[in-house]
């Protein structure tokens, strides 16, 4: 019979070698798949889930964890982060950005195609995964280019991304060429079972535009994004699904009429999902005032009504998953006139304490905001995460809710310090990230 070891959250470090059982007790378990939450013990062996129970558990495990007073959940899918590599190391790497992620109780994420070259090809795809591979710690999924190098016209090889390991497929922030591309692309991805992940907005009424339409943007003189862009892709798209039963993904809602025309699918019986950008939950066009550079994101911030009704969607689950649309970038590119720095936050270590924001002010139940942070997105992605029922994989986030802290973009992993949270007081601490069943993030700060 195995010695038993013990450890503990407070523990400087995690244990020096990956154990092949180990038992997890007293957590508060939210488990989205079962609907469960409560006190209870789990168990893994051999980096799966043996056992989830609030009796006793059965047999010996190599190592014991006392996790009370602790939240233990599924390891968070992130349905979008740029990680930067391959073509733009100068902003991010794989080595800085899978640590940011780990330590955000980050497990899976799915990386756009709008790399540098292009995942368009098998070649390009497998590139990617090696790259990720030596760094390690993270289940990276991809998305392969629906179209040629994302000019939007010819197909790309979606039928061999899709045998080179690609989830799904999308356009990153490139428009298609007309809506017979669009359909021909639901018609060969209907074929593959895979679904096509789609940034709603209509390329000619955004015009270029900056900011969201609206008395912010008139009084600064930015160009503006009207809400109609998005509202006018949805409604495309949503005809496109009607005709031809393929899935789609809405990325990055931000309007609350997007969010009616996806609710209409939805209660339609169509199979469209979406899913919301954890800033565009606490953020509006107000914080841009004063030409703020680190609240230029694309889809633009929009009113304080629309994000209002992002949260409502997200409680009820039209909005099935938030994602951190992380973009890391240096310094200088947000240091120009407004119009001219690069969109985008670093946010794959805010995703997690703002979707607790929630928690602590009413608009989710713990398990609701384990379930968009993992179950959700998982089943978008069409991948073996987010539940904690024996059998699946160990991928696990325990957390503390309880400390505050303030975020210092100094202190953050990620190479990209680019945050609109600056000097916010955030709540919850990711104590351990297990990928299955090892630990690959220690924190008892």
Not at 251 to 273: D, N
């Amino acid at each position: 019979m195995s010695a038993r070891r013990d450890w503990s959250p407070q523990q400087d470090t995690p244990p020096p070698a990956p154990p092949r059982s180990l038992l997890i007790r007293n957590a508060r378990v939210l488990d989205p798949a079962s609907g469960f939450d409560g006190i209870a013990h789990l168990g893994i062996r051999d980096g799966r889930i043996a056992e989830l129970s609030q009796a006793e558990p059965r047999g010996e495990y190599e190592q014991t964890l006392d996790a009370r007073n602790l939240w233990l959940l599924p390891g968070l899918v992130d349905l979008a982060a740029r990680l930067r590599e391959p073509g733009h190391t100068h902003k991010a790497r794989f080595a800085s950005e899978i640590p940011a992620a780990q330590a955000g109780g980050i497990t899976s994420l799915v990386l756009p195609p709008d790399t540098q070259p292009v995942i368009d090809s098998p070649a390009n795809l497998l590139r990617v995964l090696r790259l990720a591979g030596q760094t390690g710690g993270l289940k990276l999924r991809v998305l392969g280019a629906l179209t040629q190098g994302l000019n939007g016209e010819a197909l790309a090889e979606l039928s061999a991304l899709k045998a080179a390991g690609a989830i799904g497929f999308a356009q990153g922030l490139k428009p298609l060429r007309d809506l017979l591309v669009a359909r021909r692309a639901l018609e060969y991805a209907r074929g593959l079972s895979l679904p096509v992940h789609v940034f709603a907005q209509d390329a000619a009424l955004a015009a270029g535009g900056c900011a969201h339409e609206g008395p912010v943007a008139t009084r600064l003189g930015l160009p503006p994004i009207p809400v109609a862009a998005e509202v006018a892709a949805i409604r495309a798209w949503i005809s496109l699904v009607e005709d031809t039963g393929a899935p789609v993904h809405f990325c990055r809602l931000s309007t609350a009429r997007g969010v009616e025309l996806v609710q209409s699918a939805q209660r339609r019986q169509l199979p469209v999902t979406a899913d919301v950008a954890a800033h565009q939950l606490w953020l509006c066009d107000r914080d841009i005032d004063g030409f703020n550079a680190l609240c230029h994101v694309i889809p633009p911030l929009r009113s304080a009504e629309d994000r209002q009704a992002l949260r409502q969607a997200v409680a009820s689950g039209v909005i099935g998953a938030i994602c951190s649309d992380h973009q890391p970038h240096e310094a200088d590119a947000k240091i120009n006139p407004f119009p001219l720095t690069e969109a985008g936050i670093s946010g794959l270590e805010t995703l997690l304490p703002l979707t607790l924001g929630l928690v602590q002010e009413g608009q989710l139940t713990p398990l609701a905001a384990a379930a968009r942070l993992s179950l959700g997105p998982a089943r978008i992605a069409g991948i073996e995460a987010g539940s904690l029922t024996p059998g699946a994989p160990a991928d696990l986030c325990l957390l503390d809710p309880a400390p505050s802290w303030v975020l210092r973009p100094e202190h953050l992993l990620s190479a990209g310090r680019n945050t609109p949270f600056a000097g916010w007081t955030l709540q919850g601490r990711v104590r351990r990230t297990l990928l299955d069943g090892y630990p690959v993030y220690a924190n008892a700060d």
